[in-house]
């Protein structure tokens, strides 16, 4: 089966910089983009780059004050509103650096993009290396997070979750169907009655037998299916 997937960069998000010696490096998403297009990944996807979110939409989940403050602050004008930085824990692992608004937008925007990509039906897997700041919080910078775009996607694909649900669950179910059990695990669905009870041990033992010996009667099936993978990635 082949799956449809949309990859969504835009070219500024490398410029941004954390400030020296800053372990979170926008750069690496640039870097990592560069490999997409010189190992020719880009010809296996749609390319987009993200449409801009309006500020509002990053209210979806983030407060109004918080929000606009991520809009106004600047290095330049940091010293007036220590109370804030400190209020919205900005200033040292999540700095104030040019732009810092601007970068928020984008990664947020290429995550939101991606989920109603995946609402409407067009793709089945969506990429957005720029996203994943997971740990900023309603009113809080944390751990170089300011915009929680996993939250704002979220909520976007909850726009259409019964109608997404039902599709992750079929292709669990795919996936599950083409799953052969791997012999000595199982999943429990039975209670164990006692540790000291050696019942459900034994159990286990019988089974293993019993799939060992089928194991070792369809030696030449297990053989020919591995073939046919190398066509299945092709196709
Ligand atoms: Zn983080």
């Known amino acids: ?9 835009d070219a500024e998000v490398g410029n941004y910089h954390y400030g020296q010696g800053h372990p979170m490096k926008p750069h690496r998403v640039r870097m990592t983009h560069n490999l997409v297009v010189n190992y020719g990944l880009y010809r296996k996807m749609e390319v987009f780059r993200p ?13 109004d004050d918080y929000i606009n403050f991520l809009r106004v602050i600047t290095p330049d004008n940091m010293q007036d509103y220590m109370r804030q930085l400190q209020r919205f824990n900005v200033g040292e692992d999540c700095p104030v650096f040019d732009g810092l608004f601007e970068f928020c937008q984008l990664y947020t925007s290429g995550s939101i993009g991606g989920a109603a990509r995946l609402n ?4 089945d897997i969506v990429i957005n290396w720029a996203g994943g700041l997971h740990h900023a919080k309603k009113a809080e910078a944390s751990g170089f997070c300011y915009v929680n775009d996993c939250v704002l996607a979220i909520l976007e694909l909850l726009k259409k979750h019964e109608q997404y649900l039902n599709k992750t669950r079929n292709q669990l179910l795919e996936i599950l169907s083409q799953v052969e059990p791997v012999p000595g695990t199982q999943i429990q669905t039975g209670q164990v009655e006692s540790q000291l009870n050696p019942k459900g041990m034994e159990i286990d033992k019988e089974e293993e037998e019993e799939e060992a010996e089928q194991a070792g009667e369809k030696g030449d099936t297990d053989e020919e299916e591995r073939k046919e993978h190398p066509a299945e990635l092709a196709s």
């Open 1 to 9: 089966m082949t799956r449809r997937v949309s990859y969504f960069y």
């Open 120 to 123: 409407e039906d067009q793709a």
């Open 51 to 63: 449409r801009l979110v309006s500020p509002t939409a990053l209210t979806r989940f983030h407060s």
